[in-house]
């Protein structure tokens, strides 16, 4: 008698292209990375916190290609932490940014306050 034994091993998913920290103009459209990847079926889900929020999908906000955040016509408000999210039933990772506003010719972070300067970014002349 030949008895078969199938074994399924679950793997936690992994965040291959993860969000970056970056900066944008006010009214512009962004576009946060967030690519997951896990060896197991199903694949991971994948969702965004913003300032520890949930971020749900809408005109908006959009979820593209599997996992990735795209905000368009960004305003003040929307500058903060965002944090991408994948989770499967063998478990869960996530990876965070920062989205910094330009408005005015003055960069805006988390909570509405003013920055100088996003790890030296330099916002070229032509922003305003």
């Known amino acids: 008698m030949l008895v078969l034994a199938l074994c399924l091993v679950s793997v936690a998913p992994k965040i291959v292209a993860g969000p970056r920290d970056a900066a944008a103009a006010v009214n512009s459209d962004v576009r946060l990375t967030c690519a997951a990847a896990a060896e197991a079926d199903p694949p991971p889900a994948v969702s965004w916190l913003k300032d520890g929020d949930p971020v749900i999908p809408s005109d908006y906000f959009r979820l593209v290609d599997g996992g990735s955040l795209r905000i ?16 499967s039933t063998a478990g869960s990772t996530q990876a965070t940014a920062e989205l910094v506003v330009l408005v005015n010719g003055r960069l805006h972070g988390r909570q509405g306050r003013t920055q100088g300067g996003l790890r030296g970014f330099k916002p070229p002349p032509n922003w305003t």
């Open 72 to 87: 368009l016509g960004l305003v003040a408000s929307d500058a903060g932490m965002y944090q991408c999210f994948a989770a």
